[in-house]
């Protein structure tokens, strides 16, 4: 059935959640009695981002650090690795072969798939695939991984139609929709001009973050080559108004886990608002510029997309889907609890 705008701004009865993850929203466990303070606990050696060992031993540029990475020429002893957001530990023997086949496009892994329907497909995207293509060069994406997992288990034959209706950044996990009718893709896509999906991100960001609104209108130049607000009483023609929510989780040793509520859905909007306001998220290596404090490592940009939910395209019920962050960004956040042993920084 086909939805305006303003029917998308219904909500009708939320259906039970797919996924769970009570755990994100419970109280911080207080320290144990007898624990170090933070200043004696032990210092232990930190692992470095491939892509910076990569760009440091062979004196690359960091696009092509990544590339060459992304093309299963960069070996971890002994084995290729092919994801840029891999960490390589400080006694790892990483090796840069020319000449190794470049790996063939991953499948997506059955697990990968949170709901599927006749309308809808719900999946988990992980850190460091692009949602779609952003040039001929870029072969593999979820896009491709998706519609080619649907097409094998079609018996209609011909390739599965699948609607792109959002995006999530190359560097950021968690979950997001296709549909697959052109009915669902109108309705989705008109929920989301509505601002009435409901979008839910975790974050690992520097400092002491506190409940606050961000209200801004956004340009692609802020001043130094970066999107970012616009300073003016006055937004610029082209500037797209931008709306995040924020609230603290739990308090972390020099940083915060936060959860960001989204009105609107522009590109970058929640690392922008984040690092405008003197929090830059932890691992994000472009709106970090400027940032004053001490640095907090990361093998990739801690943002996860937690939480999706909509209106269902063919029942008209509301479905909210939970998705907990994977490893990487689970493993930061422990390192990053007050009790947790610390690692090197950059100036250290």
Not at 319 to 329: H, K, L, Q, T, Y
Request: aromatic share 4%.
């Amino acid at each position: 059935m086909k939805r305006s705008a303003e029917n998308g701004k219904r909500r009708r009865k939320a259906s039970p959640p797919v996924r769970t993850a009570k755990h994100l929203d419970a109280p911080p466990t207080p320290p144990p009695e007898g624990s170090d303070p933070p200043e004696n606990r032990p210092i232990l050696p930190a692992p470095q981002m491939l892509d910076a060992r990569v760009r440091a031993q062979f004196t690359l540029s960091w696009g092509r650090a990544r590339a060459m990475i992304e093309e299963g020429k960069i070996f971890v002893d002994g084995q290729p690795i092919t994801q840029t957001t891999s960490w390589a530990r400080p006694d790892a023997v990483v090796e840069l072969k020319m000449t190794a086949p470049k790996p063939r496009p991953a499948r997506l892994a059955a697990e990968s798939i949170v709901h599927l329907d006749a309308h809808v497909v719900v999946v988990r995207k992980p850190a460091g695939l692009s949602t779609v293509p952003y040039g001929e060069e870029e072969t593999d994406n979820l896009e491709r991984r998706v519609r080619e997992q649907l097409t094998r288990q079609s018996s209609r034959g011909g390739v599965a139609p699948l609607g792109v209706v959002h995006r999530i950044d190359k560097e950021t996990s968690g979950i997001l929709v296709f549909t697959r009718t052109w009915l669902a893709k109108q309705s989705l896509s008109a929920q989301f001009r509505a601002h009435t999906v409901h979008r839910r991100y975790l974050a690992i960001v520097h400092g002491v973050v506190l409940k606050q609104t961000f209200r801004t209108h956004l340009v692609e130049n802020r001043g130094d080559g970066l999107r970012g607000s616009s300073k003016g009483a006055r937004p610029p023609p082209g500037a797209q108004l931008a709306i995040t929510h924020v609230e603290p989780v739990e308090a972390l040793d020099g940083a915060t886990l936060v959860a960001c509520t989204l009105e609107t859905g522009r590109t970058h909007q929640i690392r922008i608002h984040l690092a405008e306001s003197g929090h830059p998220i932890v691992g994000d290596r472009v709106y970090i510029r400027g940032y004053r404090g001490e640095e907090i490592r990361a093998p990739r940009l801690m943002l996860h997309a937690a939480e999706l939910g909509f209106i269902h395209p063919a029942t008209e019920q509301e479905v909210r889907f939970v998705e907990p962050p994977p490893e990487d960004f689970r493993v930061t956040l422990d390192r990053t609890r007050v009790n947790a042993p610390r690692t090197k920084s950059r100036s250290e």
